[in-house]
């Protein structure tokens, strides 16, 4: 009962602290990171977006899928990131993010929603890797070779090839966890392979453009833990240039290239000035209703004060002046 309240607690300090910078700043979009039960990585990724003078953003952490799930429908909710280590932290997420990629919004994912057995739809029809089988790294050197493909602004500026920590990569495999390169059949019109593993030849990263504007990127090698002790740290992935330059590029691309917030924001913004406009009508309308009452009450004290005038001549004439003539 406790937990459930504090849910709900959350999801209205959301709407009101949203609602609240939409209506202090205009209307101004926002992106939200997600890192399930771990919000150390999260807070990274949203200092390094809201650092970036190219995104003019209101940037939250999100700490729960409850509240995730409410911001799939608000309308200054531009991109989302999504960083989940296990099957659980993406559970009741699919259809959420599917729909709000159907409108037009901006995901990128990374590890578990690019995954088939965890992920399923949004491995397919948002994030479209196909991948269902895991390869973990070597245990001596834990990184991925990323080697391009394709180019596009994502990543312009980057080098063909480089590394990066990572446990191990998502792919589309056999039972022998080879890479089936038949699965790029399945891949959608508008979808792109940027990087691919140098060792597999398995996309790592996928961008793609549906065709009601929504814009995703999905990176199947970046899988990262929270001890600081270790090589795969997140701290560490964060501090490589090549990643920031990789993921900052991807938040640029798919939020700002999205439909979804430019086509719900100028409806706000009409709804916006239609309502300020309504507020001062209202408020024209009650200062006159003031003076209005204002006069009323004026003429009423002197109407009741020619009355009594009235009732005292009466009263003089009938009971001080008549007895004094007779």
């Known amino acids: 009962m406790k937990h459930s309240v504090l849910k709900l607690a959350s999801l209205f300090a959301l709407t009101i602290s949203l609602a609240g910078m939409a209506h202090a700043q205009g209307v101004k979009p926002t992106i939200l990171v997600y890192s399930g039960t771990d919000p150390g990585f999260a807070t990274m ?53 599917e729909s709000f990629f159907d409108d037009g919004g901006g995901l990128i994912g990374m590890k578990e929603p690019c995954y088939v057995s965890s992920g399923q739809e949004l491995a397919k029809e948002v994030f479209p890797t196909f991948a269902n089988v895991s390869l973990l790294s070597s245990p001596r050197n834990r990184v991925r070779t990323y080697t391009v493909d394709q180019r596009n602004d994502i990543n312009s500026g980057l080098p063909d090839t480089f590394q990066l920590p990572s446990m191990g990569i998502y792919l589309c495999g056999d039972k022998k966890k080879q890479y089936l390169a038949n699965c790029e059949a399945s891949l959608p019109q508008g979808a792109t392979i940027l990087y691919r593993d140098q060792e597999t030849g398995a996309p790592l990263v996928v961008a793609y453009q549906n065709e009601n504007g929504g814009r995703s990127v999905g990176f199947t090698g970046v899988s990262v833990v929270s001890s600081p002790r270790v090589d795969i740290y997140y701290g560490k992935l964060v501090a490589d240039e090549n990643f920031t330059k990789l993921f900052l590029n991807s938040v640029v691309w798919a939020s700002q290239g999205s439909s979804r917030f430019s086509r719900i924001s100028a409806n706000l913004s009409e709804t916006l000035q239609e309502a300020k406009e309504r507020q001062q009508r209202l408020k024209e309308e009650s200062q006159q209703a003031s003076r209005r009452r204002a006069t009323q009450r004026l003429i009423l004290l002197v109407v009741f004060w020619i009355l009594g005038l009235a009732a005292c001549v009466v009263i003089l004439k009938k009971a001080i002046l008549l007895p004094l003539e007779e």
């Open 45 to 97: 990724m949203a200092e390094m977006i809201a650092s970036d003078e190219r995104i003019d953003a209101n940037v939250q952490v999100v700490l729960s899928s409850d509240i995730l799930t409410l911001a799939t429908v608000l309308p200054q909710t531009q991109c989302i990131i999504i960083y989940a280590s296990n099957k659980a932290e993406v559970e009741g997420l699919q259809q959420p993010l």
